[in-house]
Nanobody
Framework: QVQLVESGGGLVQPGGSLRLSCAAS????????MHWYRQPPGKQRELVAG???????YYADSVKGRFTISRDNVVNTVYLQMNSLNPEDTAVYYC???????????WGQGTQVIVSS
């Protein structure tokens, strides 16, 4: 059974930083592209960042230069380092995995990030 378990969310002041983690189990992590999505209150879910099995990362324009996605294929975990956070980053952040050849995908349960003073 595939599981994606996010952690690291919380309340942070504007300008602060958080590091999200997503631990994967029950799947061949190293053949999956991993993504972070977020869903702000009252809005649709949106792609934040992604990283291929080979480590190529890409970002939404709104987070470029502030967020960094990385992965550790030894411990089957993907990370999202978030710096210079602002209130517009407030959202539930979701981990997503997509098999690079077969297209199967999986979602985590989400972790809440609140940026507020």
């Amino acid at each position: 059974q595939v599981q994606l378990v996010e952690s690291g969310g919380g309340l942070v002041q504007p300008g602060g930083s958080l590091r999200l983690s997503c631990a994967a189990s029950g799947m061949a992590f190293n053949v999956h592209t991993m993504h972070w999505y977020r869903q702000p209150p009252g809005k649709q879910r949106e792609l934040v960042a992604g990283i291929s099995s080979g480590g190529t990362g890409y970002y939404a324009d709104s987070v470029k230069g502030r967020f960094t996605i990385s992965r550790d294929n030894v411990v089957n975990t993907v990370y999202l380092q978030m710096n210079s956070l602002n209130p517009e980053d407030t959202a539930v952040y979701y981990c997503h995995a997509e098999h690079e050849r077969r297209g199967f995908d999986y979602w985590g349960q989400g972790t809440q990030v609140i940026v507020s003073s």
